[in-house]
């Protein structure tokens, strides 16, 4: 059974700093990989999708890299911001369901001025 | 850019009434889901729907919940008698296909999540 873990569980950075965030994975046959973040109260909005053939994606100050062999993915914020503060979750779909998404229980970042 | 809305964003009901909670997926999607969290703990798969029909569901997907698509661009989750644990933000996302070819396992399209519905149960 898939299991996914993100240590550590919370992050505290001071503004202008590099973070970077981890997330295991127990089964290596995913599809892809996907990071939210999530603000307090709030949903899910959708940051990257790095597939299983791709070891690396990057969208503005995000980049996630992705090495299945050994069941890792990192996501890296450059120069972070205040409001970067948020909790930072990574999730795969299920090997035996397309759909159906496992999360980890994320990180909670806070970026300080 | 498009994005799923879900109705109520609140609800608060006494235990073992009926609660509908409404989503709007993003309109060229076909995928849709339904996530919940529990306050504390991690987001939880509850239910796919595709063409139409449940895709999979979760063991917490039991015979006190259903989901419908009652037109074109409503999806919702009913669930008919709450009890105190259904207390959660529930989550509604979709996704435009899950994969171009199922041998193909190199794709998968990504999930787009409302904003969720907070819902407490008395």
């Known amino acids: 059974k898939q299991e996914v873990t993100q240590i550590p569980a919370a992050l505290s950075v001071p503004e202008g700093e590099n973070l970077v965030l981890n997330c295991s994975f127990t089964?290596?046959?995913?599809?892809?990989l996907q990071w939210f973040r999530q603000d307090p109260g709030k949903g899910l909005t959708s940051l990257l999708l790095i597939q299983s053939s791709q070891r690396e994606q990057t969208s503005g100050r995000l980049n996630a890299s992705l090495d299945k062999s050994s069941g890792r993915s990192t996501l890296y914020i450059a120069a972070s911001q205040p409001g970067d503060s948020a909790t930072y979750l990574c999730?795969?779909?299920?090997?035996?369901?397309?759909?159906?998404?496992?999360f980890g229980a994320g990180t909670q970042v806070v970026v300080t001025p | 850019e498009p994005e799923v809305t879900q109705t109520p964003s609140h609800q608060v009901t006494q235990m073992g009434q009926e609660v509908i909670l409404r989503c709007v997926p993003i309109?060229?999607?076909?995928?849709f889901y339904w996530y919940r969290q529990i306050l504390g703990q991690k987001v939880e798969f509850l239910v796919s729907f595709y063409n139409n029909e449940i895709s999979e569901k979760s063991e917490i997907f039991d015979d006190q919940f259903s989901v419908e698509r009652p037109d074109g661009s409503n999806f919702t989750l009913k669930i008919r008698s709450t009890k105190l644990e259904d207390s959660a933000m529930y989550f509604c996302?979709?996704?435009?296909?899950?994969?171009?070819?199922?041998?193909?396992?190199?794709?998968?399209?990504?999930?787009?999540f409302g904003p969720g519905t907070r819902l407490l149960v008395l």
């Open positions: 309109s060229n999607h076909l995928y």
């Open positions: 999730a795969v779909p299920s090997t035996d369901s397309w759909g159906k998404l496992q």
């Open positions: 996302a979709s996704s435009e296909q899950p994969f171009v070819d199922l041998r193909d396992r190199g794709r998968g399209e990504t999930q787009y």
């Open positions: 089964d290596s046959a995913i599809y892809n």
